[in-house]
């Protein structure tokens, strides 16, 4: 343990979640304010309690009152789930990722502390009022807390201590809420159905009328690349669990970095993306361009004929090697050594083909989640290029605010962070759910075949809602 940071205690392991749930909670008991010599040194208190079994998602759903988070990353075999907020950052600017993270990441916990993590699309448009509760930036790191890996399975509770938290009444007010928490004691949340629709439209005609202005920006050189985003809304009458919804999407689509966040019981904010922004472990950084896309084949020989079409394709390639360019361009500053192979590969999901590059360098010496944020997003592929010129336009074309829509989302640690981009996702209110899907304009494109390409990418969620778009 080292004065000045987190401390961690670990509580015997017990049989599973329920147990662990019970014996967590009579730790927290003792660990009252009155122990004012054991807390006072550290800003932090992490209480530890091994499950030999505990499923994260099942666990999160038994707490719907505090906010709630999940995260599952492509590439590790990290499940973390977390209920309420002990510490975070909200709002601009997102350098204060990297000062909440070097706070909660000390101590005992330097490799177990992680945070969750979301940024709106574009943090300098106005949120409309659906998105309100997420916040431009925002960084946590849970009140509760469950993960499970190949190591095993443990719940915790994180507690901010220290003096200026005791005196103030804080660390005796989470570490209550927590007890309460843990022994099913809040209050359940009455959640009404959202009747209204949300704001936008979602109307061929309309689209058609978005890529033909951007295609004349496209050919006057204001930009070489802008990605033109839909928002289609279905009203199910019901209310929709979020819970039960992004169950059924992480079975869906396998192999794909899987989000949640819900502020509220009112709304949550969902997804299961196929795109790194980045993955960083110790210095070494990898992105991903990703762009171009192709259905998959009902046969494997129309889904190899599919996938040789998209890798010969000249305008897919093109859209795709100006992601490869940002990313290159972008991390080059960053970054000892740089490197991208020069032709894509094929990066294939249930439902579609896409192109795909991996770029991957040597972080210098200072370099943090914070810098790598602000350089990568926005990507050419969610946004285009150049960059504040495709937004400015996407502002002026899209008639709805994306919020999280193919923002950042991750989840962030002192040797390793992974980081989405928050495509292939929805936003559940109430009876209602609106399910977001762009595909790149550039020089030759066609305003049915890219609306026909974002119906292809709403299909996961049409499957799972049972709704159909017009294709």
Known sequence: MALGGTRTVTLDPCADALEGQTRLADALERWTADRISDLAPHPFLRLEQPVAEGDPLAWLRQHPVLLRAFWHGRASDLEIAGVGVCVEHEGPPVAALDELLAQVASGDAVETAR???????DPLR???PEWAPYGRSRFHLPLLEMRRSASGCVLACNLKAGVAAIEAGNYEAQRRTAVRALRGALPEPRVLPMGSPLAGSDEEHGWTASVE???RHIEDGDV???VLARAAHHELGTPVDPIELFEALRRQQPDTCQFLV???PASAFLGASPEFLYRRVGRHVLSEALAGTRRRGSTPERDGALAGELLASEKDRREQEIVRQHLLKHLAPHCGHVEAPAEPDLRSVPMMHHLLTTVEGTLNPGVHDADLLSALHPTPAVCGTATAAARELLRKYEPFDRGLYAGPVGCFGREESEVAVAIRSA?????????FAGAGIVAGSDPRAEWQETSLKMQAFDQLLDVRHAS
């Open 126 to 128: 106005e949120a409309a």
């Open 262 to 264: 819900q502020p509220s």
């Open 224 to 226: 070489q690349k802008a």
């Open 427 to 435: 936003l559940v209110q109430g009876s209602s759910v609106q399910v």
């Open 213 to 215: 202005s951007l295609l």
């Open 115 to 121: 945070l969750f993590g979301t940024v709106r699309f």
